[in-house]
T-cell receptor
Framework: AQKVTQAQTEISVVEKEDVTLDCVYETRDTTYYLFWYKQPPSGELVFLIRRNSFDEQNEISGRYSWNFQKSTSSFNFTITASQVVDSAVYFCALSEIISGGSYIPTFGRGTSLIVHP | NAGVTQTPKFQVLKTGQSMTLQCAQDMNHEYMSWYRQDPGMGLRLIHYSVGAGITDQGEVPNGYNVSRSTTEDFPLRLLSAAPSQTSVYFC??????????FGQGTRLTVV
């Protein structure tokens, strides 16, 4: 079973629209970490945010905001007033204890965001 | 500021050939891992290591081998390349609960 589900395969918006990327995760651990990464067309993976399971405070960074809700096992990402430069594939990831007691991130399949001018 | 250095960036192999993808990190991270990225599949874990001398299998380990003799290095070996191993490979390093730092990726084509 998928540990991290990003149900939206591709989202297309027009510049200046707000867009929310959904992420639903599955874990039995009480201690875990959640991440968002951005992969622009150039291919590198860029870290955006990290959240631990004990910190449900929402976070805002410029046009980016994240909503973490343990009750629904979701960690959604909103881009306000989207720009063409936001066009990328966005990955949500979960880091929990796996066999051997290690924390290794498991990634969702990604959401491709296309922002049209 | 080297971070995670992954080589080569591009590689073309013939079916049956073997090769090693190199990965080195200079952040003294405990954990290192290899992922492959295929269209629509996200990043899938191949193998990982929690420290020198300790490795384990991830989701898609078949056809790959790893070793970790030092904290810094974590090479990935393709034993006998197959077209199904055509993919983009990423090496990553991290500490407990910390974000993963990724290499630039290797685009591998097996013909």
């Amino acid at each position: 079973a998928q540990k991290v589900t990003q149900a939206q395969t591709e989202i297309s918006v027009v510049e200046k629209e707000d867009v929310t990327l959904d992420c639903v995760y599955e874990t039995r651990d009480t201690t875990y970490y959640l991440f968002w990464y951005k992969q622009p067309p150039s291919g590198e993976l860029v870290f955006l945010i990290r959240r631990n399971s004990f910190d449900e405070q929402n976070e805002i960074s410029g046009r980016y905001s994240w909503n973490f809700q343990k009750s629904t096992s979701s960690f959604n990402f909103t881009i306000t007033a989207s720009q063409v430069v936001d066009s990328a594939v966005y990955f949500c990831a979960l880091s929990e204890i796996i066999s051997g007691g290690s924390y290794i991130p498991t990634f969702g399949r990604g959401t491709s965001l296309i922002v049209h001018p | 500021n080297a971070g995670v250095t992954q080589t080569p960036k591009f590689q073309v192999l013939k079916t049956g050939q073997s090769m090693t993808l190199q990965c080195a990190q200079d952040m003294n991270h405990e954990y290192m891992s290899w992922y492959r990225q295929d269209p629509g599949m996200g990043l899938r874990l191949i193998h990982y290591s929690v420290g020198a001398g300790i490795t384990d299998q991830g989701e898609v380990p078949n056809g790959y081998n790893v070793s970790r003799s030092t904290t810094e290095d974590f090479p990935l070996r393709l034993l006998s390349a197959a077209p199904s191993q055509t993919s983009v490979y990423f090496c990553a390093s991290s500490n407990v609960g910390g974000e993963a730092f990724f290499g630039q990726g290797t685009r591998l084509t097996v013909v």
